[in-house]
Protein backbone atom coordinates (compact mmCIF):
# COMPACT_ATOMS: atom_id res chain seq x y z
CA UNK A 1 0.00 0.00 0.00
CA UNK A 2 1.31 3.21 -0.79
CA UNK A 3 2.67 5.87 1.80
CA UNK A 4 3.77 8.86 3.04
CA UNK A 5 6.74 9.53 5.61
CA UNK A 6 7.06 12.33 7.77
CA UNK A 7 9.89 12.78 10.68
CA UNK A 8 8.31 11.91 13.89
CA UNK A 9 9.51 15.65 15.32
CA UNK A 10 11.06 18.78 14.37
CA UNK A 11 11.54 21.35 16.69
CA UNK A 12 12.28 25.61 16.78
CA UNK A 13 12.57 28.46 18.74
CA UNK A 14 10.07 31.48 18.29
CA UNK A 15 10.95 33.68 15.45
CA UNK A 16 12.81 30.68 13.52
CA UNK A 17 11.87 28.43 10.50
CA UNK A 18 10.46 25.59 10.94
CA UNK A 19 10.45 22.87 8.11
CA UNK A 20 8.26 19.78 7.76
CA UNK A 21 8.77 17.31 5.26
CA UNK A 22 6.56 14.26 3.51
CA UNK A 23 8.30 11.83 1.26
CA UNK A 24 5.93 9.46 -1.31
CA UNK A 25 7.22 8.19 -4.57
CA UNK A 26 3.75 9.29 -6.42
CA UNK A 27 3.78 13.02 -5.32
CA UNK A 28 5.39 14.13 -8.68
CA UNK A 29 2.21 13.16 -10.11
CA UNK A 30 0.10 14.14 -7.29
CA UNK A 31 -0.76 17.25 -5.22
CA UNK A 32 0.15 17.34 -1.58
CA UNK A 33 -1.98 19.23 1.41
CA UNK A 34 -1.03 19.69 4.92
CA UNK A 35 -3.10 19.73 8.20
CA UNK A 36 -2.11 21.21 11.60
CA UNK A 37 -3.83 19.40 14.49
CA UNK A 38 -3.64 20.64 18.32
CA UNK A 39 -4.12 18.49 21.03
CA UNK A 40 -8.27 17.66 21.21
CA UNK A 41 -8.74 19.35 18.45
CA UNK A 42 -9.86 18.12 14.87
CA UNK A 43 -7.54 18.70 12.00
CA UNK A 44 -7.29 21.90 10.19
CA UNK A 45 -6.49 21.99 6.81
CA UNK A 46 -2.93 25.09 6.18
CA UNK A 47 -2.33 24.08 2.44
CA UNK A 48 -3.68 22.63 -0.37
CA UNK A 49 -2.33 21.63 -3.84
CA UNK A 50 1.29 22.08 -2.71
CA UNK A 51 1.59 25.51 -2.06
CA UNK A 52 -1.96 27.54 -1.94
CA UNK A 53 -3.07 28.74 1.46
CA UNK A 54 -6.96 28.74 2.57
CA UNK A 55 -8.26 32.04 3.46
CA UNK A 56 -7.34 32.69 7.88
CA UNK A 57 -4.24 30.78 7.69
CA UNK A 58 -1.37 33.10 8.13
CA UNK A 59 1.44 34.19 5.97
CA UNK A 60 3.84 32.46 7.89
CA UNK A 61 2.44 29.09 6.44
CA UNK A 62 3.96 28.01 2.99
CA UNK A 63 4.54 25.18 1.21
CA UNK A 64 6.22 23.74 -1.77
CA UNK A 65 7.09 20.19 -4.03
CA UNK A 66 9.98 18.83 -5.76
CA UNK A 67 10.35 15.84 -7.00
CA UNK A 68 8.88 13.32 -4.24
CA UNK A 69 9.07 15.44 -1.02
CA UNK A 70 6.38 17.70 -0.25
CA UNK A 71 7.96 20.63 2.40
CA UNK A 72 6.22 22.70 4.75
CA UNK A 73 7.63 25.94 5.85
CA UNK A 74 6.40 27.65 8.94
CA UNK A 75 8.70 31.14 8.78
CA UNK A 76 8.50 32.94 11.93
CA UNK A 77 7.67 30.46 14.55
CA UNK A 78 4.94 31.17 17.17
CA UNK A 79 4.11 28.75 20.46
CA UNK A 80 0.54 28.89 19.20
CA UNK A 81 2.27 26.94 16.07
CA UNK A 82 3.12 23.87 18.18
CA UNK A 83 0.80 21.38 17.18
CA UNK A 84 0.84 17.83 15.11
CA UNK A 85 1.38 18.52 11.25
CA UNK A 86 0.02 15.55 8.88
CA UNK A 87 0.64 15.90 4.72
CA UNK A 88 -2.13 13.65 2.82
CA UNK A 89 -2.23 13.16 -0.58
CA UNK A 90 -3.35 9.97 -2.84
CA UNK A 91 -1.48 7.36 -4.51
CA UNK A 92 -0.66 7.15 -8.01
CA UNK A 93 -4.27 5.81 -9.72
CA UNK A 94 -6.03 8.27 -7.01
CA UNK A 95 -8.13 5.26 -5.36
CA UNK A 96 -6.75 5.82 -2.13
CA UNK A 97 -6.72 8.90 -0.19
CA UNK A 98 -2.98 8.41 2.31
CA UNK A 99 -2.28 10.50 5.38
CA UNK A 100 1.50 10.84 6.07
CA UNK A 101 2.74 9.48 9.55
CA UNK A 102 2.48 13.02 11.09
CA UNK A 103 5.06 15.40 12.84
CA UNK A 104 5.33 16.64 16.20
CA UNK A 105 6.27 20.53 16.04
CA UNK A 106 7.63 21.77 19.23
CA UNK A 107 8.20 25.19 19.74
CA UNK A 108 11.43 25.52 21.99
CA UNK B 1 -19.85 28.14 4.84
CA UNK B 2 -19.72 24.75 5.42
CA UNK B 3 -19.96 23.11 9.05
CA UNK B 4 -20.19 20.11 10.56
CA UNK B 5 -21.77 18.41 13.66
CA UNK B 6 -20.86 14.97 14.87
CA UNK B 7 -22.38 12.87 17.57
CA UNK B 8 -21.10 12.32 21.00
CA UNK B 9 -19.09 9.80 22.19
CA UNK B 10 -19.78 6.20 22.80
CA UNK B 11 -18.76 3.21 24.74
CA UNK B 12 -19.60 0.01 23.15
CA UNK B 13 -18.76 -3.48 24.18
CA UNK B 14 -16.54 -5.87 21.76
CA UNK B 15 -18.39 -7.59 19.55
CA UNK B 16 -21.09 -4.63 19.59
CA UNK B 17 -21.71 -2.14 16.66
CA UNK B 18 -22.18 1.65 16.73
CA UNK B 19 -23.51 4.37 14.40
CA UNK B 20 -22.17 7.87 14.60
CA UNK B 21 -23.64 10.97 12.68
CA UNK B 22 -22.44 13.73 11.02
CA UNK B 23 -24.90 17.00 10.12
CA UNK B 24 -23.76 19.25 7.71
CA UNK B 25 -24.90 22.86 7.56
CA UNK B 26 -24.32 26.26 5.55
CA UNK B 27 -23.98 24.98 2.22
CA UNK B 28 -25.39 22.77 -0.39
CA UNK B 29 -23.79 19.72 1.07
CA UNK B 30 -25.70 17.05 -0.11
CA UNK B 31 -23.62 17.75 -3.86
CA UNK B 32 -20.36 17.40 -1.46
CA UNK B 33 -18.51 14.39 -0.65
CA UNK B 34 -18.30 13.27 2.88
CA UNK B 35 -15.04 11.38 4.03
CA UNK B 36 -14.69 9.87 7.05
CA UNK B 37 -11.49 9.53 8.88
CA UNK B 38 -9.99 7.10 12.10
CA UNK B 39 -7.31 8.71 14.38
CA UNK B 40 -6.37 5.71 16.92
CA UNK B 41 -4.77 7.36 20.06
CA UNK B 42 -1.76 8.71 19.39
CA UNK B 43 -1.46 7.66 16.31
CA UNK B 44 -1.94 9.25 13.00
CA UNK B 45 -5.01 10.00 10.59
CA UNK B 46 -6.58 6.52 8.60
CA UNK B 47 -9.06 7.51 5.76
CA UNK B 48 -11.81 4.68 6.03
CA UNK B 49 -14.13 5.71 3.49
CA UNK B 50 -16.43 8.01 1.58
CA UNK B 51 -20.36 9.05 0.41
CA UNK B 52 -21.60 11.49 -1.68
CA UNK B 53 -25.34 12.20 0.00
CA UNK B 54 -26.59 13.14 -3.37
CA UNK B 55 -26.41 9.63 -5.07
CA UNK B 56 -25.81 7.62 -1.85
CA UNK B 57 -23.08 5.88 -3.49
CA UNK B 58 -19.98 4.89 -1.08
CA UNK B 59 -16.78 3.17 -1.43
CA UNK B 60 -14.47 2.01 1.13
CA UNK B 61 -10.83 1.44 2.26
CA UNK B 62 -9.30 -2.24 1.76
CA UNK B 63 -9.01 -2.16 5.37
CA UNK B 64 -12.90 -1.47 6.82
CA UNK B 65 -14.61 -3.11 3.66
CA UNK B 66 -16.97 -5.19 4.83
CA UNK B 67 -17.00 -3.57 8.57
CA UNK B 68 -18.59 0.39 7.38
CA UNK B 69 -21.40 0.81 6.52
CA UNK B 70 -21.77 4.94 5.25
CA UNK B 71 -25.49 6.11 4.50
CA UNK B 72 -26.97 9.36 4.27
CA UNK B 73 -30.04 11.25 4.76
CA UNK B 74 -30.88 13.66 2.14
CA UNK B 75 -33.92 15.59 3.78
CA UNK B 76 -31.88 16.01 6.93
CA UNK B 77 -28.34 16.40 5.97
CA UNK B 78 -27.00 13.88 8.03
CA UNK B 79 -24.21 11.48 7.20
CA UNK B 80 -23.87 8.14 9.10
CA UNK B 81 -20.81 5.98 9.60
CA UNK B 82 -21.73 2.47 11.05
CA UNK B 83 -18.68 0.07 12.41
CA UNK B 84 -19.52 -3.28 12.85
CA UNK B 85 -17.95 -6.17 14.87
CA UNK B 86 -16.01 -4.22 17.38
CA UNK B 87 -12.39 -4.44 18.83
CA UNK B 88 -10.46 -2.82 21.29
CA UNK B 89 -8.34 -1.75 18.53
CA UNK B 90 -11.60 0.54 17.29
CA UNK B 91 -11.15 2.59 20.25
CA UNK B 92 -10.92 5.69 18.39
CA UNK B 93 -11.75 9.37 17.65
CA UNK B 94 -13.63 9.24 14.10
CA UNK B 95 -13.80 12.30 12.39
CA UNK B 96 -16.11 13.60 8.90
CA UNK B 97 -14.59 15.77 6.50
CA UNK B 98 -16.09 16.93 3.29
CA UNK B 99 -13.82 15.81 0.67
CA UNK B 100 -13.44 18.92 -1.50
CA UNK B 101 -12.93 19.14 -5.30
CA UNK B 102 -12.41 22.16 -7.31
CA UNK B 103 -12.71 22.51 -10.71
CA UNK B 104 -10.05 20.90 -12.39
CA UNK B 105 -10.88 17.53 -9.96
CA UNK B 106 -7.89 18.55 -7.57
CA UNK B 107 -9.11 17.25 -4.29
CA UNK B 108 -8.19 17.86 -0.60
CA UNK B 109 -10.38 17.53 2.94
CA UNK B 110 -12.13 20.62 4.22
CA UNK B 111 -13.95 21.06 6.52
CA UNK B 112 -13.70 18.50 9.68
CA UNK B 113 -16.28 17.60 12.23
CA UNK B 114 -15.54 17.94 15.11
CA UNK B 115 -14.74 14.37 15.71
CA UNK B 116 -16.35 11.98 17.95
CA UNK B 117 -14.92 9.16 20.49
CA UNK B 118 -15.82 5.75 19.91
CA UNK B 119 -14.52 3.70 23.26
CA UNK B 120 -14.50 -0.56 23.00
CA UNK B 121 -14.14 -1.43 26.54
CA UNK B 122 -15.71 -4.80 28.21
Known amino acids: SYELTQPPSVSASPGQTARITCSGDALPNQYGHWYQQKPGQAPVLVIY???ERPSGIPERFSGSSSGTILTLTISGVQAEDEADYYCQSADSDSTNWVFGGGTKLTVL | QVQLVQSGAEVKKPGSSVKVSCKSS????????IAWVRQVPGQGLEWMGE????????NYGQKFQGRVTLTADKSTRTVYMGLSSLASEDTAVYYC???????????????WGQGTLVTVSS
Open chain 2, 97 to 111: ARHYYDNSGYNWFDP
Open chain 2, 51 to 58: IIPMFGTA
Open chain 2, 26 to 33: GDTVNTYI
Open chain 1, 49 to 51: KDS
